[in-house]
């Protein structure tokens, strides 16, 4: 089992950074590929970036490519988003999940843990 809680979220103007923390519970978070996902009302929840168990191998959706980061740092049982260059259309519940298996996984029905979600908003 494992349990995940988001932190960071916030309201942020167009064009500002923010940097979401996912953290874990347990001893077994390196066994874990990671992701963070995101939702707004009415639409489905996407992918936005994810990463392998040892951090190598990351992916990340076409619109925030060269705007998001996605890191983990296993000592700390804890994945980062940075987000820089923020538009409003990210506004959004922004979510961490855990995945057993290797690689940077791109699917939410591959994913076995979820946090309650962080809100990120970007005024224009």
């Known amino acids: 089992q494992v349990q995940l809680v988001e932190s960071g979220g916030g309201l942020v103007q167009a064009g500002g950074s923010l940097r979401l923390s996912c953290a874990a519970s347990?001893?077994?978070?390196?066994?874990?590929?990671m992701g963070w996902f995101r939702q707004t009302p009415g639409k489905e929840r996407e992918i936005v970036a994810a990463i392998s168990r040892s951090g190598i191998i990351t992916y990340y959706a076409d619109f925030v490519k060269g705007r998001f980061t996605i890191s983990r740092d296993n000592a700390k049982n804890t994945v980062y988003l940075q987000m820089s260059s923020l538009k409003p259309e990210d506004t959004a519940v922004y979510y961490c999940a855990a995945a057993s298996g290797v690689g940077a996984k791109k699917r939410e029905h591959e994913y076995d843990y979820w946090g309650q979600g962080t809100q990120v908003t970007v005024s224009s």
């Open positions: 347990g001893r077994t978070f390196s066994t874990y590929g």
